[in-house]
């Protein structure tokens, strides 16, 4: 119903609340979706994803029910459960979520932690009248000393319940445990970077800006190598920063489609130790099952939608500095851009981010043979972030008055990064291009955002640790708005992600595995939504392609999907 670009106006469609956190902006659409065939049993909405196999084993194979729980008004509250350890010996754990929901509701945002560690970030599917049920499995076994322990299990699932918004989730969440003779590597102990509120049943996340996102730790002195693991997800005015305008142009179309959201389309997300840069990520542009239009993500989600990337640093490079058994400040920032008047170089800082940002992290942390008794030097690092922006806006004239009638605006950034001491390094290399157009006197958009990278780590002490991985994530995002009451609008999407990973011996909190890895993952297609008064509806057609080679073997799926159908479906 709104051009996400637009800072929002009032919105017949907007849950008032007063919760903690605000509810969802309603420039995502909430499912107000007239299913003209409606299905009689609920359809299913998948994400295309390899299935995940459980180990068989004699020593253990349990089972456990951890949550069975309906979110209906949740915001703020969160299922909190009491996890106790099964009576096996176990080093595998994989968790499964099935969700049902009927009635009209945006999508939702939702996380799992064990105590004070977010160990899952996951979003839900839009019901729709006739009800829809998702499932989805994650191995989880990456939090392997987590689960050996008596634990908080809190799950936040910020719903908003009400005569508008009619869809509660009913869900349940499984975990099986059983013992994989492969031996996984898993980290001996997880120190959490949040706010640290399991004790008090509450989810422990940070919101940027206004929290400042920095914790105290201190590490035993016999580590010998260390990750870092970083969930980032831009909600509200910040949920489709790639389509943001820079903030010297944000009033270019207010007499039509009003004030722009700003400081352009870059985000950066860095990971700090005492004030020194430890590595960053440029995040991935995750769309909703609400994102842009609904029509899109029916019955099959956008990439990663029911399971958000994590984002790793590893800082052993760190170590001789940290191991001193001293306190020290670990802190996540995410920046956005203040531009030169549109053209030339840009600065990157805190103040330059809309609302908001859900971030939290971990240290996963290996132990040595032996404590160190070295000196406590920090690493030497070097990095260079360069940002350039241009903006250019054209105008017609009628002869009396002139007007903007279009704005064409483009990014380039790049930054390379690298921390080396004696326990090894850490180095990173990011490219990065935006180009936005607006014409229409704003109501026709577009943007074409690319984005690479390549990260390498050499641990001295455990070299079966290092490893090297390489991303690119591209999204083509269009939206043509028929007349600025925002009721009717066509999109565009094309977006996909490429990772190669040469893994490590631990399952990755960013590749979703143990060892090798590659993935290349498409979407495209285009998508229709109209809005007039207790009458909505969204559809579109897709063409998705999943592929992906992990644990030697190689699974792709190709889907077709037309409105609420599958069209085609090819597996292999
Ligand atoms: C959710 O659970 C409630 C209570 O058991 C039930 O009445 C309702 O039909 C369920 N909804 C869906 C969509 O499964
Ligand atoms: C490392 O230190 C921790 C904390 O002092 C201790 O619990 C653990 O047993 C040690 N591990 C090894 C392998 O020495
Ligand atoms: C045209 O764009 C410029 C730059 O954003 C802005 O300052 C100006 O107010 C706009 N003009 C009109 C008529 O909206
Ligand atoms: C640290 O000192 C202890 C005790 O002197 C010694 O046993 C150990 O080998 C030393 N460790 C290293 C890494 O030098
Ligand atoms: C010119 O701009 C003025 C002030 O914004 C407005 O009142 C007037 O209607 C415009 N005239 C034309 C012909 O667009
Ligand atoms: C998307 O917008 C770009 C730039 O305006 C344009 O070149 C392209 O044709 C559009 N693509 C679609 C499918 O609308
Ligand atoms: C919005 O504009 C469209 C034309 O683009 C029109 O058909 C529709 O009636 C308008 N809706 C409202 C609520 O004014
Ligand atoms: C929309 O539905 C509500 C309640 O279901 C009703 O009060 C209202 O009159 C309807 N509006 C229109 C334009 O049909
Ligand atoms: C998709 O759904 C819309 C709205 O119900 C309908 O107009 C359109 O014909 C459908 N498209 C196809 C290809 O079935």
């Given amino acids: 119903m709104h051009l996400q670009r637009f800072v929002l106006l009032a919105s017949a469609l907007h849950a008032v609340s007063a919760h903690r956190q605000p509810p969802k902006k ?27 196999s459980i180990p068989k084993s004699p020593q253990c194979n349990v089972q456990q029910t951890l949550m069975v729980h309906t979110f209906a008004s949740s915001y703020g509250v969160p299922y909190v459960g009491q996890y106790t350890p099964p009576d096996c010996d176990f080093n595998n754990v994989v968790i499964e979520w099935t969700v049902t929901s009927a009635g009209r509701q945006f999508d939702r945002l939702a996380e799992m932690y064990l105590g004070d560690i977010e160990v899952w970030r996951t979003s839900t599917a839009e019901p729709t009248a006739s009800g829809i049920i998702f499932r989805y499995e994650k191995d989880l076994s990456m939090y392997l000393s987590l689960w050996k322990s008596p634990q908080k299990l809190i799950f936040e699932l910020d719903n908003v319940y009400d005569s508008t918004y009619t869809g509660a989730f009913n869900t349940t969440l499984t975990a099986t445990f059983s013992y994989n003779s492969a031996k996984p590597a898993h980290a001996d102990l997880i120190l959490p970077i949040t706010p640290q509120l399991g004790a008090s049943g509450q989810r422990s996340i940070f919101t940027l800006p206004g929290d400042s996102a920095t914790v105290q730790q201190t590490f035993p002195r016999n580590i010998s190598h260390a990750t870092v693991s970083i969930a980032a997800t831009g909600q509200s005015n910040e949920e489709f920063w790639y389509t943001n305008a820079l903030q010297s142009d944000i009033h270019t179309f207010e007499s039509t489609v009003g004030t722009l959201l700003g400081y352009g389309p870059f985000r950066e997300v860095q990971l700090f130790i005492d004030d020194m840069m430890a590595g960053v990520a440029w995040p991935f542009p995750i769309i909703f099952t609400g994102g842009i239009a609904p029509g899109f993500w029916r019955p099959v989600v956008g990439i990663d939608a029911y399971d958000l990337r994590e984002y790793e640093i590893d800082i052993t490079p760190f170590l001789p500095y940290l191991l001193d058994g001293k306190p020290h400040a670990f802190s996540i920032r995410v920046v956005g851009m203040d531009d030169n008047e549109g053209n030339g170089p840009a600065t990157l800082s805190e103040a330059s981010i809309n609302s908001y940002w859900l971030v939290s992290g971990k240290i996963f942390l290996f132990y040595g043979d032996e404590s160190y008794n070295g000196t ?34 483009s990014v380039t950034a790049k930054r390379t990064y690298s921390a080396k001491s004696s326990f090894g390094s850490w180095t990173q290399s990011l490219d990065y291009s935006n180009t936005g157009f607006l014409g229409q006197g704003g109501l026709a958009s577009s943007n074409i955002q690319k984005t690479a990278g390549t990260s390498a780590a050499v641990v001295n002490s455990a070299p079966d640790f290092s490893n090297t991985l390489s991303y690119t994530y591209p999204i083509i995002a269009n939206t043509t708005y028929a007349s600025a009451n925002f009721s009717i609008f066509n999109a565009y999407v094309d977006y996909g992600l490429k990772i190669s990973s ?71």
């Fill in 26 to 52: 309603p420039l995502e659409a909430a499912s107000l979706f007239q299913s003209a065939a409606a299905p009689a049993s609920p359809l299913p909405i998948i994400q295309l994803y390899k299935p995940v």
């Fill in 376 to 409: 406590h030097a920090a690493p030497t690092i070097s990095t260079s972030p360069v940002v350039q922006t241009t903006s250019n806006i054209g105008t017609t004239n009628n002869g009396i008055n002139s007007t903007n009638s279009t704005l064409s605006y």
């Fill in 502 to 572: 040469s893994g490590r011996p631990d399952v990755s909190t960013y590749s979703l595995v143990s060892g090798p890895m590659n993935l290349d993952e498409r979407q495209f297609g285009e998508a229709y939504y109209s809005s007039v008064p207790n009458s909505s509806y969204s559809f579109g057609i897709m063409d998705r392609k999943f592929k992906e080679v992990s644990y030697g073997t190689p699974y792709s799926r190709h889907v077709k999907t037309n409105n609420l159908t599958i069209t085609y479906d090819s597996t292999a």
